[in-house]
Nanobody, 115 residues
Framework: QVQLVESGGGLVQPGGSLRLSCAAS????????MGWYRQAPGKQREMVAT???????NYRDSVKGRFTISRDNAKNTVYLQMSSLKPEDTAVYYC?????????WGQGTQVTVSS
């Protein structure tokens, strides 16, 4: 089993920044790709950014150049640095971990971008 705990969400004005953190624990050796997904009210959950075990990253087009995903293997933590935030970035953000044969999700953290 893998446990994921997110933190760092909140209310921010348009143009502002936030950093989300995801602390992983458990059978960490089984994890391959980790990522951040988000779900806005009435919409499907969508991939925001992913990072592989060797550091390769992937972003959805709408966040490229504004968001950066990174991982600190010593702390078993994945980060999502979000800048130039827009109202359309408002959603619940979920941490995701792909392990051999399993997929794990955190409980989610709310990000609200509003003036």
């Amino acid at each position: 089993q893998v446990q994921l705990v997110e933190s760092g969400g909140g209310l921010v004005q348009p143009g502002g920044s936030l950093r989300l953190s995801c602390a992983a624990s458990g059978r960490l050796f089984s994890i391959t790709v980790m990522g951040w997904y988000r779900q806005a009210p009435g919409k499907q959950r969508e991939m925001v950014a992913t990072i592989g075990s060797l550091g390769g990253t992937n972003y959805r087009d709408s966040v490229k150049g504004r968001f950066t995903i990174s991982r600190d293997n010593a702390k078993n933590t994945v980060y999502l640095q979000m800048s130039s935030l827009k109202p359309e970035d408002t959603a619940v953000y979920y941490c995701n971990a792909n392990a051999i044969g399993s997929v794990y999700w955190g409980q989610g953290t709310q990000v609200t971008v509003s003036s």
